[in-house]
């Protein structure tokens, strides 16, 4: 899914250099400037989220908690039309991002994505202050930090940062934040574990309906330690549980549909 060549250093919010490795993906399609041994780099999760949007899909697109940017570069890939803010806390992550849009892979996106270096969870008038009006995002993409706060941290801040939850509503306050900058009708799509179902659907009441759940599994005989979830700001529409995905075959290698995801002709726009 990735191919790797050699990077070079950034600096780390500890105030450690990282080293950098350059990752291609979309069968270099794009590429992307990612922490190596360090952090965290994204892979197939986030192409997953990137799925979401549908071939073609115009208006704004903000993919919320960016990191280097694999969410919102696939995104404007997948779509001509759309215009991408790659949004990002970490002054490191966003650095990478940033210098992820000068490379000659992505020449041919880089005026339709910018980089807004803000924490979503500040309020409005920060997130106004970098280009953030609320209601004006035709469609969220969000990989939010995928563990819980009472689950074991990372002893990387760089890692700790993008893995993990700060406390017991991290993940409700960002989901609410995500909501404010949708406007009406816009589309909401997010991957969670399994067990942060309960709350995402707390956060969602009143906000975001239409809601549609589609399990990942990493095997078939394995239960689902992801869920894609997807949905519409202000419908009354109900919740639906669609039909699950696989990964991974069970001697080893993608399933067709992992490939699609890697190759970036999947859809997962339901």
Same mark, same amino acid.
């Given at each position: 899914?990735?191919?790797?060549?050699?990077?070079?250093? +950034?600096?780390?919010?500890?105030? +450690?250099?990282?080293?950098?490795?350059?990752?291609?993906?979309?069968?270099?399609?794009?590429?992307?400037?990612?922490?190596?041994?360090?952090?965290?780099?994204?892979?197939?999760?986030?192409?997953?989220?990137?799925?979401?949007?549908?071939?073609?899909?115009?208006?704004?697109?903000?993919?919320?908690?960016?990191?280097?940017?694999?969410?919102?570069?696939?995104?404007?890939?997948?779509?001509?039309?759309?215009?991408?803010?790659?949004?990002?806390?970490?002054?490191?992550?966003?650095?990478?991002?940033?210098?992820?849009?000068?490379?000659?892979?992505?020449?041919?996106?880089?005026?339709?994505?910018?980089?807004?270096?803000?924490?979503?969870?500040?309020?409005?008038?920060?997130?106004?202050?970098?280009?953030?009006?609320?209601?004006?995002?035709?469609?969220?993409?969000?990989?939010?930090?995928?563990?819980?706060?009472?689950?074991?941290?990372?002893?990387?801040?760089?890692?700790?940062?993008?893995?993990?939850?700060?406390?017991?509503?991290?993940?409700?306050?960002?989901?609410?934040?995500?909501?404010?900058?949708?406007?009406?009708?816009?589309?909401?799509?997010?991957?969670?574990?399994?067990?942060?179902?309960?709350?995402?659907?707390?956060?969602?009441?009143?906000?975001? +309906?239409?809601?549609?759940?589609?399990?990942?599994?990493?095997?078939?005989?394995?239960?689902?330690?992801?869920?894609?979830?997807?949905?519409?700001?202000?419908?009354?529409?109900?919740?639906?549980?669609?039909?699950?995905?696989?990964?991974?075959?069970?001697? +080893?290698?993608?399933?067709?549909?992992?490939?699609?995801?890697?190759?970036?002709?999947?859809?997962?726009?339901?």
């Amino acid at each position: 899914m990735n191919s790797p060549e050699p990077g070079s250093a +950034g600096a780390a919010d500890d105030g +450690g250099e990282p080293a950098v490795r350059c990752d291609g993906f979309y069968g270099g399609r794009f590429a992307l400037l990612q922490p190596q041994g360090r952090g965290y780099r994204s892979g197939l999760d986030a192409l997953l989220l990137a799925a979401t949007l549908p071939q073609g899909a115009g208006g704004r697109v903000a993919d919320i908690g960016s990191g280097a940017g694999a969410v919102g570069l696939a995104a404007a890939c997948r779509s001509a039309a759309a215009e991408v803010t790659l949004v990002e806390n970490s002054k490191v992550m966003a650095d990478l991002a940033r210098r992820s849009l000068v490379l000659p892979a992505n020449r041919e996106l880089a005026a339709r994505v910018r980089v807004a270096e803000v924490d979503i969870l500040a309020g409005r008038a920060a997130r106004e202050g970098a280009g953030l009006a609320d209601g004006a995002f035709a469609h969220v993409l969000t990989n939010p930090p995928f563990h819980p706060c009472d689950h074991r941290v990372s002893p990387d801040p760089l890692r700790a940062a993008a893995m993990s939850a700060a406390d017991g509503d991290f993940l409700g306050r960002w989901v609410r934040a995500c909501a404010a900058l949708l406007a009406h009708g816009g589309h909401f799509a997010t991957i969670v574990r399994t067990d942060a179902l309960p709350t995402l659907l707390t956060a969602c009441e009143g906000r975001i +309906g239409a809601l549609r759940i589609v399990a990942i599994h990493s095997r078939d005989a394995a239960p689902a330690p992801r869920l894609v979830v997807l949905g519409r700001k202000g419908s009354r529409a109900p919740l639906a549980v669609l039909p699950a995905h696989t990964l991974h075959r069970p001697a +080893g290698g993608l399933t067709d549909f992992a490939i699609t995801i890697a190759e970036g002709t999947g859809d997962l726009g339901l």
